[in-house]
């Protein structure tokens, strides 16, 4: 069983702010995997509340990209703060994100029980002045189902 895991830093265009993530798995039996994702949002920077406030605010969002993996998060309440002059739940510094997984019986694992997974990480950071537009990142986590 793998218990965490890092992905991209850095945003290809330039020097944008971009979060750190990791993935931990807290069990992996059968055809249900349970964790955690930690998002860390760079100094200086806040993340919309997911689900957001307003309809004008992109939140951070994490989903699953492997076809016959559904993956359920279970986002944490935002921290209340006034941005753009606006009442709104933003995320800053760690966001622990709880999921739980189900692997369908139409995905086969590899050698020794070795699943691969992908997520997609979609956000857009914001500070006192300015907002970053919206971006995303994918991330691969290999998880070993079983006993």
């Given at each position: 069983?793998i218990?965490s895991?890092?992905?991209?830093?850095?945003?290809?265009?330039?020097?944008?702010?971009?979060?750190?993530?990791?993935f931990n798995?807290e069990?992996?039996?059968?055809?249900?995997i349970?964790?955690?994702v930690t998002i860390t949002?760079?100094?200086?920077?806040?993340?919309?509340q997911?689900?957001?406030?307003?309809?004008?605010?992109?939140?951070?969002?994490?989903e699953?990209?492997t076809?016959?993996?559904?993956a359920?998060f279970?986002y944490?309440k935002?921290?209340?703060?006034?941005s753009?002059?606006?009442?709104s739940?933003?995320?800053?510094?760690?966001?622990?994100?709880p999921?739980?997984?189900?692997i369908?019986?139409?995905?086969?694992?590899q050698?020794?029980?070795m699943?691969h997974?992908e997520?997609?990480?979609?956000?857009?950071f914001?500070?006192?002045?300015?907002?970053i537009?919206?971006?995303?990142?994918?991330?691969k986590?290999?998880?070993?189902?079983?006993?």
């Amino acid at each position: 069983m793998i218990t965490s895991i890092a992905a991209v830093l850095f945003v290809a265009q330039g020097l944008q702010p971009a979060p750190e993530i990791h993935f931990n798995i807290e069990s992996a039996k059968k055809d249900v995997i349970k964790g955690n994702v930690t998002i860390t949002i760079p100094e200086g920077w806040h993340a919309y509340q997911n689900p957001p406030k307003s309809e004008f605010e992109n939140p951070l969002k994490v989903e699953g990209t492997t076809k016959g993996f559904t993956a359920k998060f279970v986002y944490p309440k935002g921290e209340a703060m006034k941005s753009s002059g606006m009442d709104s739940l933003v995320y800053v510094g760690k966001v622990k994100i709880p999921f739980e997984g189900k692997i369908a019986k139409t995905i086969k694992p590899q050698k020794n029980g070795m699943y691969h997974f992908e997520f997609k990480i979609s956000y857009q950071f914001c500070n006192d002045s300015t907002c970053i537009p919206p971006s995303s990142l994918n991330a691969k986590v290999n998880v070993k189902v079983g006993k």
